[in-house]
């Protein structure tokens, strides 16, 4: 994925603005205390060099498994339209950007944030913005737990790990009280995924059913073993992005684990979800998927298979799976 140009842009605009030596300073150690998630007793955004190295640095990413996350929601659920999004612990507006993309039908945007600094710079990233609804949104100064103004769409990326396991619940709570809608994104480790299922469960115990990744609202049949259920958004870096992150590659692949849950009516019939990069073989396809019914199979697809051959080899991690309206596949084998 390449960064929307409009932010990509603003990014670089606010960057010029510090001396480098500072940013990479600040990136540093953000990237530091990022590698040990654990609740932050004070912001960990301390002021303007934070919230521009954390926007430079960080922000690509989270933008890439949000518009990820985004996505299969819309192909999910086709006829999802918010006009309103609350963005939680929105920061520098990722979330916000990404859904202001996924969803042109949003009109009114809220980011809510304990960091004025940072959302001083969300408001300036997003003032040359092409979407309407971004250069309008309002950025309001709050500290969770506490309410949250009502919207269609509640996104919460990257916020639960800065809390104790009890805010975490709460927050979630009053987001599902807030919206129909509910999106949940944690960074793709074993922790991060031990705190979506942790919000999955309060999701479904207040009656939501799940949208995405899983196709179902069953337990998750990954939880008790040694796997854990998370996807992957491939970001191109900027030279900005590539010097503050101090590699040479042309793009980083975030890892992240999510949940998307509604009180919204769904289509029913939701296609499976592959879980892994499937593996192709001479005249193979094979692929881990996570199934309607609550568990999980490998499928092995053949080159006798035709079109399903070809549109398995096609498939990618993460991708619903048959990509369009089940073809009957009468010898698709099971392992
Ligand atoms: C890692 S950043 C994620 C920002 C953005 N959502 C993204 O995906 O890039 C976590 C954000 O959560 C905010 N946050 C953490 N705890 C909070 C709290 N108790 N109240 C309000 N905001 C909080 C932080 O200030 C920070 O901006």
């Not at 603005?17 to 540093?28: H, I, K, V, Y």
């Not at 005249?283 to 079109?307: I, N, W, Y």
């Amino acid at each position: 994925m390449d960064l929307p140009p409009d932010l990509a842009a603003a990014l670089d605009a606010a960057a010029s603005d510090l001396p480098l030596r500072e940013l990479e300073a600040s990136a540093e150690r953000l990237i530091t205390r990022y590698r040990t998630p654990g609740r932050a007793d004070r912001p960990i955004l301390a002021g303007r060099a934070d919230a521009v190295a954390y926007a430079a640095y960080r922000m690509p990413a989270t933008w890439a498994a949000v518009s990820a996350v985004l996505d299969a929601v819309a192909e999910r659920l086709p006829a999802f339209a918010p006009r309103s999004l609350v963005d939680v612990g929105g920061g520098t507006g990722a979330a916000a950007w990404a859904a202001s993309e996924a969803f042109e039908s949003l009109k009114e945007i809220l980011i809510l944030d304990q960091v004025g600094e940072a959302l001083e710079l969300g408001r300036r990233l997003a003032g040359d913005a092409f979407s309407g609804a971004l250069r309008h949104a309002e950025w309001r100064q709050a500290r969770f737990p506490g309410e949250i103004p009502g919207a269609d769409l509640a996104t919460v990326s990257y916020v639960l790990s800065e809390l104790s396991p009890t805010d975490q619940e709460a927050l979630v709570r009053a987001a599902a009280a807030a919206a129909e809608t509910i999106a949940v994104v944690e960074p793709g480790t074993p922790d991060g995924y031990q705190r979506i299922l942790a919000a999955r469960d309060v999701l479904i115990a207040l009656g939501l059913r799940v949208v995405a990744p899983c196709p179902h609202s069953a337990a998750c049949p990954l939880a008790g073993t040694r796997d854990w259920c998370h996807f992957a958004a491939r970001i191109h870096r900027s030279p900005l992005h590539r010097r503050l992150k101090g590699g040479d590659l042309g793009h980083e692949d975030e890892k992240f684990s999510y949940v998307v849950a509604t009180r919204a009516p769904m289509p029913a019939g939701a296609p499976s979800r592959i879980l892994r990069h499937p593996q192709i073989r001479k005249g193979l396809v094979m692929m881990q998927l996570c199934e309607p019914q609550g568990t999980t199979a490998q499928v092995l697809v053949s080159k006798r298979q035709g079109d399903v051959y070809r549109a398995a080899r096609d498939a990618e991690w993460g991708d619903v799976w048959p990509p369009t309206a089940p073809p009957a596949s009468p010898d698709q084998s099971r392992t």
